[in-house]
């Protein structure tokens, strides 16, 4: 029972860990890549569709990112909902062919940018340690109805807590590495 507590609390941080890092990918840094746009929805027939399912998204260059969208007719409102996402961008059509420059980061945009990391990394240790409650909720109810001595359930309440302390220490170090990519001129 203690092994299952442990491993699933193991599990959750990490997916917090992981979801982290999935969302620092989509704040941008100088460089083009194609994920920015994943969380992008065209309103396709009706329905909100991401945007890598209604076209083609290619690297031109290191700082153009071009969206092909299978449907001739769809080129406007994919161009429209780049346009309107949170992102920043300015797209422009040639034919059946969308462009995406990536703006150069100005120094107040790239502190804008650093406050948003911060704010990500802060939630995801929120959603650590709400695990880590959890966990140790599980631990005390389990002592209460005597399936666990006291003994046990403050050891692996202390490994609970040294998991924490190095999923803690992750978010900190990517949110390092973060900052430093977005300063990076």
């Known amino acids: 029972m203690l092994a299952d507590i442990k491993k699933n609390t193991e599990q959750?941080?990490?997916k917090s860990l992981d979801s982290l890092k999935?969302?620092?990918m989509k704040v941008r840094?100088?460089?083009a890549h194609t994920g920015i746009l994943d969380h992008v929805m065209v309103d396709y027939y009706g329905n909100p569709t991401a945007i890598n399912q209604i076209a083609n998204v290619?690297?031109?260059?290191a700082r153009t990112i071009s969206v092909q969208p299978w449907e001739a007719k769809m080129v406007g409102a994919v161009e429209k909902a780049?346009?309107?996402s949170d992102l920043g961008l300015n797209p422009s059509s040639q034919g059946n062919l969308i462009r995406v420059p990536m703006p150069a980061l100005t120094e107040e945009r790239r502190r804008d940018l650093i406050k948003v990391v911060k704010t990500e990394g802060e939630g995801a240790k929120v959603a650590i340690?709400?695990?880590r409650r959890d966990a140790n909720d599980q631990l005390k109810k389990a002592l209460k109805d005597k399936e666990i001595s006291e003994d046990d359930e403050r050891r692996t309440q202390d490994e609970i807590q040294k998991l924490t302390d190095k999923f803690i220490a992750e978010v900190d170090k990517a949110l390092v590495t973060k900052e430093a990519e977005l300063m990076a001129v």
């Open 82 to 84: 780049i346009r309107d």
């Open 129 to 131: 340690r709400n695990v």
């Open 22 to 24: 999935t969302d620092l």
């Open 12 to 14: 959750k941080m990490s």
């Open 29 to 31: 840094t100088g460089r």
């Open 58 to 61: 290619t690297l031109m260059d």
